[in-house]
């Protein structure tokens, strides 16, 4: 996790992304790129087009003088760019959110993007908010940290993995030590069952032979939780565990608009609520 990008748009949901992603960073001893991005307007006409340059102008001055402050900020408050064990920059693009970040990710060895995420109340912003997290954890290789607004100070000493024993899971049991390893975080890997049975426990056993196996040095632990339905089982156990961050793989697209859908959201309200860290496995 050496390069992090923050996307903001100055907004309060992002201004908790971006402490996560100091976080990150400082443990790490990385750096961190706050990102801006603003879309070029359409237009049909040359009035209106003249008009629409000098919006967008308008825009990218502000949002320049707010990148250097926040960076500024974070020099002072952090140590950034001096002795806070981490660097900082900025980075202002006129495209699209999900085009910037699947580019920086994959051509530019960003390996970690943090982004702030809300609720399913019904503002403008927070729709607008919740459907760039939910595309951009679509499009890009790398993991994404979704920090709600609601999240208590940074904190990663607790992870939960929620796991169904798939070869998914080791690749992406990978990014999740590669993340803990930073803070020395504990890995619980829990799998929610509907009802206990035999194979459960043979399978089981074999995966944690094999994470063990994978990472001898890691300090994981692993538990079953029965219940009918998966979220409530998983959200249940990182309550009453006291998690800091729970994780979860991306196992195809299209996954996550059923987690960021309002009526999952109703349920179980990780985005809500939870520090969520997406991964994708692959086979």
Do not use: W
Request: aromatic letters at 6%; glycine letters at 6%; proline letters at 4%.
């Amino acid at each position: 996790m050496k390069k992090i990008l923050c996307p903001t748009d100055f907004s309060a949901t992002s201004g908790k992304a971006v402490e996560y992603a100091v976080h990150v960073a400082q443990h790490a001893a990385g750096h961190l790129t706050l990102l801006h991005v603003v879309h070029l307007p359409i237009v049909d006409t040359s009035e209106t087009a003249l008009v629409a340059s000098e919006l967008l102008g308008e825009q990218v001055r502000t949002a320049t003088e707010k990148l250097k402050a926040t960076v500024l900020q974070l020099e002072e408050k952090y140590g950034a760019n001096r002795d806070g064990g981490f660097t900082c920059d900025y980075l202002l693009k006129e495209a699209l959110l999900t085009d910037v970040a699947e580019q920086l990710s994959s051509q530019q060895g960003y390996d970690l993007i943090v982004m702030g995420t809300t609720g399913c109340d019904s503002t403008m912003e927070e729709l607008l908010i919740g459907s760039n997290t939910e595309a951009v954890i679509e499009e890009v290789p790398c993991p994404v940290l979704s920090v709600p607004k609601s999240a208590p100070a940074p904190k990663v000493e607790h992870i939960i993995y929620a796991s169904d024993y798939s070869p998914e899971d080791l690749q992406a049991m990978r990014g999740v030590v590669d993340f803990g390893s930073c803070f020395g975080a504990h890995i619980d890997v829990v799998h929610v069952v509907k009802q206990q049975e035999e194979q459960d426990g043979e399978d089981a056993a074999a995966f944690r032979l094999e994470l063990q196996g994978l990472f001898p040095n890691v300090p994981l632990s692993f538990h079953e939780v029965m219940n009918k339905h998966r979220d409530e089982g998983l959200m249940a156990y990182y309550q009453q565990s006291a998690g800091d961050v729970l994780a979860i793989v991306r196992r195809e697209k299209g996954f996550l608009k059923s987690l960021f859908s309002q009526s999952l959201a109703e349920r179980m309200t990780y985005q809500a609520k939870v520090p969520l860290l997406v991964l994708h496995g692959k086979k």
